[in-house]
């Protein structure tokens, strides 16, 4: 149980140029202390930073959603967070759902994710063909796991102390939200999800589209299967 926790929202960057001033702003009005993980963007993400004043932890090259949000978990650690919680930077994330995620750690969890399948509200709840492999990880993740996890690729989520030292020893490269949901529960950790209603994409465009997509379910299910499959030291 946490009371009071020291709380710091992680914001990964690469390429959000038309959307990073517009999801900081959002964070600082919620009132939150926050870190942007610049990820080697090649647009000018790092100069609108820089020139507002933003609080930025520039990486000088591209090392995937993995490695930025990985960056961030070592920068809370380093600098005493209790909490840390993961808010995308094309504005999908609404902050005034943060308090749920850190009160729900404060309540005994270790991770938890915001699910939009969870909230009656309308939002926006992904493409129809995405859909159908969230549904599909979902499946995957109860198969192994015997934990059902209705929003395994919500980037948004909140990491309590234990899940903070787990991801900043070992995190996942490419496409991490599902497969670090299965280390977690193979970890022992408290896994919980709570709801929260999402935006579409307010810029730019995601990495995740056609061929790649049928890429990222091989490679998300093999990896979940493994991280299961494997055993701890």
Known sequence: MLTDPRVLVIIPAYNEE??????????????????????????????????????????????????????????????????????????????????????????????VIGSRFLSLQDGFKSTRLRR????????????????IITDPTSGFRASGPKAISLFCGDYPDDYPEPESIATSLKAGLTVSEVPVKMRERQGGVSSIGGISSIYYMVKVSLAISIACLTKRN
């Open 18 to 111: 038309a959307n990073i001033e517009a999801a900081v702003g959002a964070v600082v009005e919620a009132g939150f202390d926050y870190v942007v993980v610049n990820d080697g963007s090649k647009d000018s993400t790092l100069e609108i930073c820089k020139s507002n004043g933003i609080n930025v932890l520039d990486l000088p090259q591209n090392l995937g959603i993995g490695g930025a949000v990985q960056a961030g978990h070592k920068y809370a650690r380093r600098y005493g967070y209790d909490v840390d919680v993961q808010v995308d930077g094309d504005g999908q994330h609404d902050p005034k759902y943060i308090s749920m995620l850190v009160e729900e750690i404060s309540n005994g969890a270790d991770l």
């Open 132 to 147: 159908m492999g969230i549904k599909w990880l979902s499946f995957w993740l109860h198969l192994f796991t015997g934990h």
